[in-house]
């Protein structure tokens, strides 16, 4: 077998720094194609200074300051986090408003998907019974039932995909008037109204906790369908007429089965590719994110927005150092007040903490060589493509709270995989799509989840949880444009249950984790 040639990638011409692309990285002493000759061994991944460096000097990636030289750094060596100093955070002042003319999107017509129409005018890519719990305490209980539905309930019931629990850590033991409270029950409410969901709301309380039904779902907090009294459907454990565990089991599959019936007699319909609302966020990240596998959701993001889609993208400490780009690229002042707004409140809950956006970065993340959150920030906001923002949701909000009905949407959540997915899933996320280039088995009972790797390597040794390879942009395979459109064409067939996602196939599952910045009790 032949060694592959020594590969650099540098985003910029600006840069002073490229990453080395090779598997395993390339010993001390390569010559690149450049002319630069390695001083040290470079790991797969990791930067490599292209020019010499003085100390104090700006090291640029992605022509940013990601960070500056703390000694002299000779051409050829390998640049990592011991040798940099971090920039401070951009100021929140003075930052550039709407000032970014957007690109000629032109619309993307003729691509449809077969999805199943709510009366709320979303559209499902699943059709799923979901089952709402107020509290904790009753998660073993639904579990159980669960469980005895699936087995008994469900293979009557061909037209409906699953049943889920909605099961979390919220509802008691917490200051729920406290100011921050009304983030999880607003997630937890607007999750019930996932479109995947069918708008059959049921839920399973204890009776005896601090978030009661009625407060979790408030008359009017969920739509009429078919003219049907929206009536709070609810099986109460501490109810009187429950008599041992098994009465509890029977009352919850005895209602199950009524929301059953009416999911089984719905039917996909061709819908527009618009319907679509596709939630992007990476975890696992390494310095290739930003090279193959976010760039080429950024294309297809583009190609989703140009179609009429929604699109959401997240995780506030991955974008706090980009923001002056976002701020820029807002289509209105409000826009970009908004998204500054979120900013400052995440700035003032991390100072909280004593700690800022810095705190991000994982052991993985500077293994797969990303220095800091300034360099993974700037690979993690081109997921966000070059469409102007027209939206931010503050955490928990669905869509409709703001009046939000297509386009890039900024929602504000932190970067953690598991709040981040919960939080796009109370917005009315209906896809989810995740880059990771150290590799993560994450997905969603609730949505399907396609899972994008940056290496090839990765992707060959997870060949049966990654869905898309975009390490081939890095080996010189395919173009960013091809995997973008490759990803685009795969979540139509995902949405349209032509295609199972690997997550779905092994039904691999993540824990709901509401964010709950507020007291618990
Ligand atoms: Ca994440």
């Given at each position: 077998m032949s060694t592959p040639a020594p590969l650099s990638i540098s985003m910029h011409p600006a840069d002073n720094v490229a990453i080395i692309a090779n598997d395993g990285g390339l010993p001390a002493g390569t010559l690149l194609p450049s002319g630069l000759v390695l001083v040290d061994?470079?790991?797969?991944?990791?930067?490599?200074?292209?020019?010499d460096i003085p100390e104090g000097g700006e090291v640029r990636r992605y022509n940013v300051v990601i960070g500056y030289a703390l000694k002299p750094i000779p051409a050829g060596s390998w640049v990592h986090e011991r040798l940099l100093q971090m920039p401070e955070a951009r100021s929140l002042e003075g930052l550039p408003i709407a000032t970014v003319k957007p690109p000629e999107l032109l619309p993307l017509e003729g691509y449809t998907f077969e999805g199943y129409r709510n009366a709320d005018g979303t559209v499902g890519t699943r059709n799923i019974l979901a089952i709402t719990t107020t509290v904790q305490c009753v998660a073993g209980v639904l579990d159980f039932a669960v469980s005895r539905i699936k087995a008994e309930l469900l293979p009557r019931y061909p037209n409906v995909d699953d049943v889920v629990g909605l099961e979390h850590s919220y509802g008691c033991g917490v200051a729920i008037d406290a100011v921050g409270a009304e983030i999880p029950q607003r997630t937890l409410r607007n999750i019930s109204h996932n479109p995947n969901f069918g708008g059959e709301v049921m839920v399973v309380s204890l009776g005896c906790e601090k978030l009661q039904p009625e407060r979790l779902l408030p008359p009017g907090s969920f739509p009429i369908v078919d003219e049907r009294e929206p009536e709070l459907d609810v099986v109460c454990l501490q109810d009187e007429a429950h008599v041992g565990f098994m009465s509890m089991i029977d009352s919850i599959m005895e209602r199950a089965k009524t929301h059953l019936e009416r999911l089984n007699a719905r039917r996909r319909e061709t819908v527009p590719a618009s319907a679509l609302v596709v939630g992007v966020q990476c975890g696992g990240s390494d310095a290739f994110s930003g090279v193959t596998?976010?760039?080429?959701?950024?294309?297809?993001?583009?190609?989703?927005?140009?179609?009429?889609a929604t699109v959401m993208f997240s995780e506030v400490t991955e974008v706090r150092d980009g923001i002056d780009q976002l701020t820029a690229r807002a289509s209105t002042s409000e826009v970009a007040e908004a998204m500054i707004e979120e900013m400052a409140w995440y700035d003032a809950y991390l100072d909280k903490g004593k700690v800022d956006r810095s705190a991000n970065t994982t052991p993985g993340n500077k293994k797969g060589g990303l220095s800091n959150i300034v360099e993974k920030a700037m690979g993690s906001i081109i997921k966000s493509g070059t469409a102007p923002i027209t939206g931010v949701l503050s955490p928990g909000q669905r869509l409709s709270d703001r009046g939000i009905a297509s386009g890039l949407v900024y929602a504000a959540t932190p970067a953690s995989d598991f709040i981040c997915g919960t939080l796009q899933l109370a917005a009315g996320m209906n896809l989810h799509v995740f880059t990771t280039g150290r590799g993560t088995p994450y997905g969603l009972a609730q949505v399907p989840v396609?899972?994008?790797?940056t290496r090839s390597d990765l992707a060959r040794r997870w060949h049966d949880l990654m869905d898309v390879n975009a390490g081939r942009i890095a080996d010189g395979e395919a173009t960013i444009e091809e995997i973008g459109w490759e990803m685009f064409r795969l979540m139509l067939d995902v949405a349209s249950g032509r295609k199972k996602t690997?997550?779905?196939?092994?039904?691999?599952?993540n824990a709901l984790v509401l964010f709950n910045p507020a007291p618990v009790t």
């Open positions: 061994k470079v790991p797969q991944a990791h930067k490599v200074a292209l020019a596998a976010n760039p080429a959701v950024g294309f297809c993001t583009d190609l989703l927005v140009r179609a009429g396609i899972k994008v790797a690997w997550a779905e196939q092994w039904k691999l599952h």
